[in-house]
C-alpha cells in the first residue's frame, strides 16, 4: 500500500554529500505538498525540507538550511532531496512524505509529521 519510495541513501564522510529522491510511481504528486522528514534512532521523527504543491516555496529546517535543498519535478513524480556539506548528525532514516490534502490552498500541516502519508525511508549515515 505504500506509494512513495525513497534511494539514494547510503555511508558517507562528513562534508561529503548525496541526493535522495522519492518515486511515487504508483500515484501523482500533483497538488501535495511534499516533505523530507527524517528520524534517527531514539529519537521522534523531525522535519528536514518541505515544498508547496505550487513549486513556488521550500522550506528547511535550521539544522539544514543552506546546505539542502528540496525540488519536485510532478511530470516525473519525483521528489528530490540534495544534500551538501553532510554532517554527522544528519545520520538518520529520511523518510519521503505527501500531505494528505489535495490542492491545499492553507498549508496547515506543511511542517509537521501530521497528515503524511509516508514511504519507508531511506538510511542516510555520516561519519565523521
Known amino acids: 500500500q505504500v506509494q512513495l519510495v525513497e534511494s539514494g541513501g547510503g555511508l558517507v564522510q562528513a562534508g561529503d554529500s548525496l541526493r535522495l529522491s522519492c518515486s511515487a510511481s504508483?500515484?501523482?504528486?500533483?497538488?501535495?505538498?511534499m516533505g523530507w522528514f527524517r528520524q534517527a534512532p531514539g529519537k521522534e521523527r523531525e522535519f528536514v525540507a518541505a515544498i508547496h504543491w505550487t513549486g513556488r516555496r521550500t522550506y528547511y529546517a535550521d539544522s539544514v538550511e543552506g546546505r539542502f535543498t528540496m525540488s519536485r519535478d510532478d511530470a516525473k513524480n519525483l521528489v528530490s532531496l540534495q544534500m551538501n556539506s553532510l554532517k554527522p548528525e544528519d545520520t538518520a532514516v529520511y523518510y519521503c512524505?505527501?500531505?494528505?490534502?489535495?490542492?491545499?490552498?492553507?498549508?496547515?500541516?506543511?511542517?509537521?509529521?501530521?497528515?503524511?502519508?509516508w514511504g519507508r525511508g531511506t538510511q542516510v549515515t555520516v561519519s565523521s
Open positions: 504508483a500515484r501523482t504528486i500533483s497538488g501535495y505538498d
Open positions: 512524505a505527501a500531505d494528505q490534502s489535495r490542492w491545499r490552498m492553507v498549508h496547515t500541516d506543511l511542517l509537521s509529521i501530521r497528515n503524511k502519508d
